[in-house]
């Protein structure tokens, strides 16, 4: 059993045996991912539910928008957000610490923060499309038209997602040109923005990060917020590991951006 142990710390993608019992005895059975690897994809798959899941209802119910919002740079145990509970206490995990709660609240009222560009463009009436509809509609005679049988392709086998785009590339994206994006922000605001954040401690960042994002997402940026949401929660016990990955992943991008034809190290290779 100690070899087992030491064999999956040294090799945690390995194939190493896994020792079962079954009705016939206990049996061994090689697995490729190791249980490490599929516990951070099962919770990346949470983290992935839960902010959809506030991204819809801040789309569809202006009430619920206005209450998540309300908990910006709040503590959990300000009476203002108490009202939040209402769609989030379902989320959280039993026993949940408190460090670990903050983070879904914050993530929670930074996205019902919207741009307000945004907000007007949700809030604008939808028109009606005047015409016929496409695809196998009734022809001339009023006949349906079947649709054509086709093969249908297999699907790729994907391995399991476990980690998202940090904050740290979302910064260096709203550095670089992108098309349909009517502005930029300037490289040394970037710089100066995400070397803040990484300094701040486990309450400095929940109060810093709320104007960073809006600054984001009003350069149309793309925030994960599922990765986000995991670093906030790892941020008090972790926050020198996340925030060197954050400055990793921005000067890797800007590197990529300002030399094209030079990819550097692999992404695979880069130290975590």
């Not at 392709?153 to 670089?176: D, H, I, M, N, W």
């Not at 016990?237 to 990819?263: C, F, M, N, T, V």
Request: include cysteine; charged fraction near 30%.
């Amino acid at each position: 059993m100690a070899t087992r142990r030491a064999d999956r710390a040294r090799w945690p993608n390995a194939r190493v045996p896994t020792r079962v019992r079954t009705q016939k005895g206990i049996t061994d059975v090689t697995t490729n991912a190791s249980p490490a690897l599929d516990r951070a994809a099962a919770k990346r798959q949470r983290y992935l539910k839960y902010v959809s899941w506030i991204d819809s209802t801040c789309s569809t119910d202006p009430g619920a928008r206005v209450t998540l919002r309300a908990g910006l740079r709040q503590n959990i145990n300000a009476r203002s957000t108490f009202a939040m509970n209402r769609y989030i206490a379902r989320w959280l995990p039993p026993n949940a610490p408190d460090a670990t709660q903050r983070a879904y609240f914050t993530i929670a009222a930074m996205i019902a923060s919207r741009p307000r560009a945004t907000e007007e463009d949700e809030e604008a009436p939808a028109t009606e499309e005047v015409g016929g509809g496409h695809g196998n509609e009734a022809d001339a005679g009023g006949e349906q038209v079947p649709p054509a049988d086709t093969p249908k392709e297999p699907k790729e086998q994907k391995e399991p997602e476990r980690r998202g785009s940090s904050l740290g590339t979302a910064f260096a994206e709203a550095v670089a040109e992108a098309p349909g994006r009517e502005r930029e922000m300037r490289e040394s605001t970037a710089e100066s923005r995400l070397n803040m954040l990484t300094r701040q401690s486990a309450n400095g960042i929940h109060r810093s990060l709320p104007a960073s994002v809006l600054y984001l997402r009003q350069l149309d940026v793309p925030i994960d917020w599922a990765q986000l949401l995991a670093d906030l929660i790892d941020w008090p016990e972790r926050s020198g590991r996340i925030a060197r990955r954050w400055l990793q992943d921005y000067y890797r991008r800007r590197h990529h951006d300002s030399k094209p034809g030079d990819e550097g190290v692999p992404e695979g290779d880069a130290p975590q």
